[in-house]
């Protein structure tokens, strides 16, 4: 197991080199967190889908509500794409999902936004969080895989309408700050009590992250370490939306 | 006034000739007419994504719910490019489709399914009558207008999925095509309602059925034939569901 310089910014990041995917995909470990990992970004991508059409129901104005629909039908291509290299890589996409079903159901079920702006600073700090998560993840995996990945948690300019939209909303009525900021406190710690689950459940998505014989992997430190971005990043959203962390 | 043979299966549908565009925009009625009428397009595309995505919610499974989500951002994405036509037009596209929220919106508050199926049917019929109507009204359009109004119609593979899925859960339980039957019946005479309000408030697209100086229409008696055609494409598809019309 190799410790990763994995936060220092612009260190080159160890992965698997282009064109190697036959030797990964042999080792039926890597095979299987692979298709784990897929099959939890591809879920994840169908729920953003149910949650960001069921938000656009709360816009104030048609026009609003016509960007949460974009927004829904960009996880949607997201979600067609991974289904895609689900199959290829030999996989039943809908059985890859399934035993993430429950957890991003619970985490859903526990956040229901309850006005518009809720909505907003879920679909920004959630997506934001999810994608931070799956990239770094992304760095241990085959080149192939890794693209379609990244591609797959592309910004489809979601967030700058919503900064807008929540900035000028607290501009209006500041007392709007203190209670978002509070719910994007609820948001982050529902988001790693779900993600904890999955980890104690998920042996092979684990053992990905711990490495193998010839895969770069993480000790408690750099898992430490890894934390400790996310958090920041967590806390640069919540800024740029114009809330305390 | 010309009379066209619209019914004869085959016949030369008249319209105007392609490159024509700067013509038939000069007239202001003509503009008017085609803004009112891709404003009501682009608004049911947009209420269509409605109301997929919420049906969804009730998808037996996975797999249902992904279908669901792929029929609705295929119409999300007929909007898209209706909105962008309406620009181009120099219309401003939510005003376009102001005038077509309130009926468009009654339509769906009174035919809201109660379950998966009623869903389905009402996706199928409701989609194939809109869409025979806006085909037959292409017929007097210039020829790009046409264009975008067939292509906003295009089946993504939806009819096939829902008529499978129908005619499955009738084969299971004869009872529910007798209860769907109803609701399809229930679905024609809403819309029609529905449509005679827009008819009497929309000056501009009555007088486009009428036609104009240099343009085709059609007459009372051409404009019951149309009626038939529209209720004869109606009872077709509840056939091809297995239900009475």
Redesign the interface.
């Known amino acids: 197991m190799t410790e990763l310089p994995l936060d220092t910014p612009g260190a080159p990041r160890p992965t698997l080199a282009a064109g190697d995917l036959p030797v990964a995909f042999s080792d039926p470990v890597y095979l299987a967190a692979v298709v784990d990992l897929l099959g939890a970004i591809a879920y994840g991508e169908?729920s953003a889908?149910?949650r960001l059409?069921?938000d656009?129901?709360m816009a104030p104005?048609?026009?609003d509500?016509?960007e949460l629909?974009?927004m829904?039908?960009t996880e949607?291509?997201h979600?067609?794409g991974l289904?895609q290299r689900l199959t290829e890589l030999g996989a039943q996409p809908?059985e890859a999902?399934?035993p993430f079903?429950v957890p991003f159901d619970a985490f859903h079920a526990r956040t229901a936004p309850s006005d518009w702006l809720e909505g907003l600073v879920k679909a920004y700090v959630g997506d934001g969080l999810a994608g931070d998560f799956y990239r770094e993840i992304a760095t241990f995996l085959d080149s192939d895989t890794r693209t379609i990945i990244v591609e797959s948690l592309s910004d489809a300019g979601q967030s700058r309408f919503v900064v807008d939209r929540v900035r000028a909303a607290i501009a209006k009525d500041p007392r709007v700050g203190g209670r978002l900021a509070l719910w994007g406190r609820r948001l982050m710690g529902e988001a790693l009590s779900q993600a904890q689950r999955v980890a104690a459940e998920r042996d092979a998505l684990t053992a990905l992250l711990a490495g193998g014989v010839d895969r770069p992997g993480m000790d408690l430190a750099a898992i430490g370490r890894l934390f400790t971005r996310l958090t920041e990043n967590h806390s640069q959203r919540m800024e740029s939306l114009g809330l305390s962390a």
Chains 1, 2 share one sequence.
Do not use: H, T, W
């Open positions: 169908m889908f149910d059409s069921e656009a129901k104005e048609l026009a509500k016509v629909a974009r829904a039908c949607f291509a979600f067609e289904s809908f999902m399934a079903q």
